[in-house]
């Protein structure tokens, strides 16, 4: 079943069932050793799925879950290796959509979900966008997109491996280093080392469109007639240019950023231009995110 959550929607199955499991596997043409989060909907189901969980990993489930925060712990016997990818940690995550939880609730178990798009595409976050990336590898007789419209948050879990003395940033996300360090009162490191450092992180988030990004000092667009361009909304379209996003908030350009390269894809536009946001916070996830697209694409890389 693919299902909405805050963050990008997932395709779930019954963490427990292997051929369930596989079919996600086979439905994203994702290599069998990455490893799954596992998704529940309350708290006192945290000891079924992880044991050893350190305090600070407790204190952050606490402050942050339901919401957009995956905890990498140490497995328990139930976390089989066709979840973990045959590592000994597993990722669990408490997502805050209502439509995510309800599911959750009622069905008591863990749900294995990665984002429901083909392995290297861009996260969806529409339910027509789910269909666009997997609709054709679906059983029309036994698989579901639940639609619970567009997402809210729009990039994927800060991931935080809590296996240590501290916690460290797998993937940047929208709870931020500055966040984890109040709750814990432990320091970390900064989340773009860490995000380079993992080997075990989707190579890239790309759409088809060459990303191309541009300096906001000087955005100069060679003038190209039909490229996509997105900016914040202070940012003017280069002329010849065709926008597709003008967000007025680093919360907004977040939660509209994959369904605007996806509508460059729609348009079939041969390369998209792209004014990364400047700040901190979420804009960081952001920004990891353009560098992951943009590698593709052969720009800043
Ligand atoms: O926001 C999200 O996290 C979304 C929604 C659906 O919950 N899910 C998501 O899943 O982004 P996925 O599979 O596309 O990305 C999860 C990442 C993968 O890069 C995977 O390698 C990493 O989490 N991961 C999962 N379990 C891990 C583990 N035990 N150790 C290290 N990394 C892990
Ligand atoms: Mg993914």
Known sequence: M??????????????????????IYRVKGRPADHPLIVHIGQLSQLDQWAIDIPDYAIALARDFWPGPMT????????????????????GIRIPANPIALALLREFAGGIAAPSANRFGAISPTTAQAVKEEIGEFLDVHRDVILDGGPSLVGVESTIIECLEDSPRILRPGAITAEMIEKTTGLKIESSKSQTR????????????????????????????????????????????????????????????LYEALREGDRKNLPAIYVIPPAGDGVAIAIRDRLQRAAFEGGSLR
């Open 2 to 23: 693919a299902f909405p959550t805050e963050t990008v929607y997932g395709l779930g199955a019954d963490a427990t069932n292997e051929s369930a499991v596989a079919h």
């Open 71 to 90: 905890l990498i712990l140490k497995r328990s016997e139930k976390a089989k290796d066709f979840i973990t990818g045959g590592q000994d940690s597993v």
């Open 197 to 256: 450092a993992s080997g075990l992180l989707d190579a890239h988030y790309a759409p088809k469109a060459k990303v191309f990004l541009l300096d906001p000092i000087n955005p100069v667009v060679a003038c190209i007639a039909g490229v996509g361009f997105i900016a914040a909304a202070n940012h003017p379209t280069p002329d010849g240019a065709i926008r597709l996003a003008a967000p007025i908030s680093d919360d907004e350009y977040a939660s509209g």
